[in-house]
Structure formats: structure tokens, C-alpha cells
């Protein structure tokens, strides 16, 4: 992979900083106050047009993330971005999960999940935005209902399948995700996201097959995925991405 020049001192410092702390597989998805950052780099490499770079930077604070952000590519252009999530317990396995996003460009849309059970768990939740150009890295349809069920178990282990469809556009996009987050070794966890997509995209009907792996250290991590008709666009998409935590 060949990184823009401006990335280098960036990824030069997380290698650097790649300590090897150990941490236990059942802490790995809960932010310690010794590490409340998250920073993270990304290139985006498309089959057909010039590649993209992304940086975010979030803090996390009890139940609750704030994050900053910066896209460009030579095609769409630049966007920054800040936004919000927190988790409300609603009772012993209930919790409610509102988040916020604002971008440049006069971007602005919010979600709402609410999540039942443990260790079975059932989801359910709504987006909404104000349909403003906005490049998407959720990469599931942003205006759209979501339905989910899965399993938490011990040292951090969780297996999920969700569904993300769209409920206003009318676009028919419809994002399956069957996910499984693994410990490997008391210091590594392994995550896996098989997506498939379907709906009508820019140039016709969409119907492909992605998905993302991470390897999780316990101060950083490697992420690599294929996105074939990205955002359901023309272009397919290859993202590496790394992140460090401090």
C-alpha cells in the first residue's frame, strides 16, 4: 500500500506508540481511564478514481463518545465532522443508544437504537438526516430503520445479525450484516463483518457481497475491507485503516 505523504509522520507515531499492555479478552470492548482516546487513519483505495484519506479522533467518558473528523478525496471534496452517542440504562438488561452527528456543508442527522436482553439480545432503532451532501463512513443507509438480534458472552465474545433498511427514499437499500467479535489470545481480538447489500443505487440495481476484518491490540489495531458499489455508488472501494488508543 502506498500512503499519501502527509500520512506518514501520522502512521509513523501509531507503530511507535504500539505498546504491548496487557490487557484481559473481557476488557477489550470497555474504554479504560487510562485510555479514553481513540485516534484512527484511514485510506480509501477505489478501483476508479482518485484514493480518499479520513482521520477521527474520539473520546470516550463513562457511558458516553464524542468524536471529531476530516474526509477528502479529489473527487467528492473535504468534510469535517463532530458528533455525539451515549447508552441510557433503562433497566437490568435494557439500554437506549441516541447519537448526533454534524457535519460541514450543513450536514445534520441523528439515530436512536434500543437494545433488550442478556445474554440474548434483540435491537431495534431509527435514523433520520436532513439529507444535506454528506459522504457517508457508516456506510449503511443513513435514513433507515434497524433490526437486530445476537449473543454477548463471556471475555468479550459477541455474534450478531442485523439488518439496516431504508425507510424513506425508497431506494430499496437493504445492508445484511452477520458479525462475530472473538478474543484469540489473551492480548489479540479478532472481529469479522460479512455484509451483503441490496437496492437500487446511482447506476441500477445494487446486489454484492463485503466484508471488514479487524485484528485488536490492546492499544491499537489493523482494519481492512472491501466494499464493492460503496454507498451504493459505481465505486468499489478497498479500506485500510489504524488506530491507536491513549
Known amino acids: 500500500m502506498h500512503l499519501p505523504k502527509r500520512w506518514l509522520p501520522l502512521c509513523a507515531a501509531l507503530c511507535l506508540c504500539a505498546s504491548g499492555a496487557a490487557w484481559s479478552a473481557g476488557e477489550a ?15 480509501f483505495r477505489y478501483a476508479s478514481a482518485p484514493s480518499g484519506q479520513d482521520a477521527n ?6 457511558d458516553s463518545s464524542y468524536w471529531v473528523g476530516y474526509y477528502h478525496d479529489p473527487t ?17 438488561s435494557t439500554t437506549l443508544q441516541p447519537s448526533l452527528q454534524a457535519a460541514s ?10 437494545q433488550m436482553g442478556d445474554p440474548w439480545f434483540a435491537l431495534v432503532g431509527w435514523g433520520r438526516t436532513n ?21 454477548h458472552g463471556p471475555g468479550g465474545k459477541t455474534l450478531s445479525l442485523t439488518l439496516v433498511a431504508d425507510d424513506r427514499l425508497h431506494t430499496r437499500q437493504r445492508h445484511w450484516h452477520a458479525f462475530a467479535r472473538w478474543p484469540l489470545t489473551p492480548s489479540l481480538r479478532g472481529t469479522f463483518d460479512l455484509l451483503r447489500k441490496t437496492g437500487d443505487g ?10 471488514s476484518a479487524t485484528l485488536d491490540f490492546p492499544t491499537w489495531f489493523l482494519r481492512l475491507a472491501r466494499d464493492p458499489k460503496q454507498n451504493f455508488s459505481s465505486q468499489d472501494v478497498t479500506r485500510i485503516a489504524a488506530g491507536l488508543r491513549f
Open 57 to 62: 479522533l474520539r473520546w470516550r467518558s463513562s
Open 76 to 92: 467528492f471534496g473535504a468534510q469535517s465532522r463532530v458528533g455525539f452517542d451515549t447508552s441510557i440504562a433503562l433497566g437490568e
Open 105 to 114: 456543508r450543513g450536514f445534520a442527522g441523528g439515530s436512536v437504537n434500543l
Open 202 to 211: 446511482d447506476t441500477g440495481p445494487v446486489r454484492a457481497w463485503g466484508w
Open 131 to 151: 439529507l444535506k451532501p454528506y459522504f457517508n463512513l457508516n456506510f449503511d443507509p443513513n435514513d433507515a430503520i434497524t433490526l437486530g438480534a445476537g449473543w
Open 29 to 43: 470492548d470497555t474504554p479504560s481511564a487510562e485510555q479514553p482516546f481513540k485516534l484512527t487513519v484511514a485510506d
